[in-house]
């Protein structure tokens, strides 16, 4: 609850002040998939959030175009400070004459070394890719507004609160694991589509991809022991309409058996209507 009034003041104090333009988030893998999906997909343009995670230069480039070092605040995102790519990131910033600088890490030295001025606390009993409904969420507060981030953290409680109670005929995170047991392991199926009609939803697959390969992606059990049997789907997909016109020939007209989730929140008639 700390870290969250901690999200919560500063997000409200950066959108409301103004004096910040552009808010950069600096992280990887967990640190970056989740917050950049949701300002992507819920930003209201409050405030230029922008995101870097490759090592590669132009994409810090990109994120700084028509930025200045006095209206900037980079969001350093790492847990433990020594993420190669995130610290090459913010040794960039520095050069580049940042001067405004807040950490989400559980080594305070390393960050304050870095000239933070606030730390937010990430947990270790985290993992990066469940991480965005901490304080690494800040970034998204920052794009989206803190009552929008509430509400998304409610319907996350929401969810967990189904998958514990719900009986397993009813439960749908328990059903949608069997299927994707079922479809890699009985039907022979190696991949699994996500395809969401929505513009604000293109990140969802790239988000995905990181939650279920990097939790499931193992050739071992908890006790070390090879197993037997596919442990997770190879996760792929993109944006309808946009991806009717490219990979969805094979769908339709392929060889290949591909399991496909069709995501339509009822946006536009016609997406709609392509989804159906």
Not at 49 to 74: I, K, Q, W
Not at 90 to 114: C, D, T
Not at 126 to 151: I, K, Q
């Amino acid at each position: 609850q700390e870290a969250l009034a901690a999200v919560r003041r500063i997000s409200e104090k950066l959108r409301n002040e103004k004096r910040i333009r552009r808010v950069v988030n600096l992280g990887t893998g967990g640190s970056d998939l989740g917050p950049r999906l949701l300002a992507d997909a819920l930003g209201d343009g409050t405030l230029d959030v922008r995101f870097a995670a490759n090592v590669d230069p132009r994409d810090l480039a990109r994120a700084l175009e028509g930025a200045e070092p006095a209206s900037t605040l980079f969001i350093v995102v790492s847990k433990t400070f020594t993420t190669q790519e995130t610290m090459a990131n913010a040794a960039a910033a520095k050069a580049w004459g940042a001067k405004h600088f807040i950490a989400v890490s559980s080594n305070v030295a390393e960050a304050r070394k870095l000239g933070a001025t606030e730390v937010l606390p990430m947990w270790d009993w985290v993992g990066g890719r469940f991480s965005v409904w901490s304080a690494v969420g800040l970034a998204a507060a920052c794009a989206m507004g803190y009552p929008a981030f509430a509400e998304f953290l409610a319907g996350g409680r929401e969810m967990d609160r189904h998958f514990a109670e719900a009986p397993p005929e009813k439960n749908l995170p328990v059903l949608l694991a069997l299927l994707g047991v079922w479809n890699t392991n009985f039907l022979g199926c190696a991949t699994h589509a996500v395809l969401p009609y929505s513009n604000g939803l293109r990140l969802l697959p790239a988000y995905l991809q990181q939650l279920e390969m990097e939790s499931n992606g193992k050739r071992v059990d908890h006790a070390g022991r090879e197993v037997g049997y596919a442990t997770a789907p190879v996760l792929w997909g993109s944006e309808g309409t946009v991806s009717q016109h490219s990979f969805h020939q094979l769908l339709h007209q392929g060889t290949q058996v591909v399991p496909a989730d069709f995501i339509d929140i009822g946006a536009d008639e016609k997406l709609s209507a392509n989804c159906i």
